[in-house]
């Protein structure tokens, strides 16, 4: 029988890390990650965690603000998931459960599976009813936007970290630039897999054209050749190009998700832990992929996803970067290009206090 927790109380505590590869896209350069880490305080002493990638400093303060809001609300009640999720959309039924309201509702949610997974005394992966089991991953940590041999040396840099497999940022100005980064980076790292991401920076018909032009130079997928949301452009992409499509960081809970499969927008699917629905949204959004048929990746939180892949029945790669590393006691490990989950109760997150402080955001 599952123990009964009560939540006391949420804290929230943003931090700027400086990244170890600069993150070039075609839409911003990223040099350092605002994060907010939560911790969800129950009256039977465990604390459950979670954290936030914020993509602006800016977004850490104003979902402080509505954790806040939110503690108000579940203060006092059981730590069930689904509970807290219906409560919480009802409290934010007319602001709606968007941005910054969905983070916010996201981190309680992972932080409340963490705690009952510790509750029980196993991981995550296992609570959810799997095994857990060493994923493969990509490195997605760098190989922006960069002159050739820049790429090609950071290629080297990531493949030498223990991995089989890189994502590589295109979106320049024109299409023989973008198979030039492809070529060094190829050259250098020879017989690794590359995943391809535009960041929504090509129009339908600039996108395949540029499509057609990587099908034949081998990539694993194209992701977000154009805008997000515009699922009969990408079906289209999808039924004219060889290589797949990838999309899915942008989903908004399960409800984009579902559209974009009855569209036929893609042959592949990555959720965003937070934009999904934190642990729960995932569930549901794994269940759907389960019944398409539909390979499933993760996008960010590597830590989390490790757990959540290892319980999903089309379970593809792990998209990894290292950003959550240096506020971690023990980050997570890659073995061989596979991502291992942690054997320690829950998810397994353990602030580094001390570096913490050190970057914390005023």
């Known amino acids: ?75 006092n009640e059981a730590v069930a998931p689904l509970d807290l999720w219906a409560r919480l959309s009802k409290r934010y039924t007319l602001i709606g459960v968007q941005g910054i309201v969905r983070m916010c509702m996201s981190l309680i949610d992972v932080a409340a599976w963490d705690a009952l997974a510790q509750a029980a005394g196993v991981p995550l992966a296992a609570y959810l009813g799997a095994t857990p089991r060493p994923v493969q991953a990509y490195n997605s940590n760098g190989l922006g936007l960069m002159p050739t041999a820049a790429l090609a040396d950071e290629a080297d840099a990531l493949v030498a970290e223990g991995f089989r497999a890189v994502k590589l940022r295109l979106g320049y100005a024109t299409l023989e630039e973008d198979l030039a980064a492809l070529d060094a980076v190829r050259k250098r790292v020879p017989g690794v897999t590359i995943m391809v991401d535009y960041n929504q920076a090509l129009s339908v018909p600039e996108a395949i054209r540029r499509g057609h032009a990587l099908d034949s130079e081998g990539v694993y997928w194209i992701e977000e050749p154009i805008r997000h949301d515009d699922y009969a452009g990408c079906a289209r992409l999808a039924n004219e190009l060889r290589t797949p499509v990838q999309i899915g960081e942008n989903f908004s809970q399960v409800y984009d998700m579902q559209e974009a499969l009855a569209a036929r927008a893609c042959d592949f ?76 109760p829950g998810i397994g997150l353990e602030w580094d206090e001390e570096m913490v402080r050190r970057y914390a955001l005023k």
């Open 269 to 344: 699917v990555m959720p965003d832990l937070e934009r999904i629905g934190g642990v729960t949204g995932w569930q549901r959004a794994s269940a759907l992929a389960h019944a398409a048929g539909m390979p499933m990746s993760s996008h960010l939180y590597p830590e989390v996803s490790v757990h959540l892949l290892a319980a999903t029945p089309t379970a593809h790669w792990l998209e990894y970067v290292d950003w959550m590393d240096a506020v971690l006691k023990e980050p997570l490990r890659v073995v061989d290009g596979m991502a291992v989950p942690p054997e320690r």
């Open 1 to 75: 029988m599952a123990a009964r927790l009560t939540v006391q109380s949420l804290s929230a505590t943003p931090v700027t890390v400086p990244m170890k590869h600069v993150l070039g896209t075609s839409a911003a350069t990223v040099r350092a990650a605002p994060l907010l880490l939560v911790d969800l305080r129950t009256e039977e002493g465990i604390t459950g965690r979670a954290y936030q990638f914020c993509y602006v400093p800016a977004a850490a303060h104003a979902i402080v603000d509505l954790l806040n809001d939110a503690q108000e609300a579940i203060r």
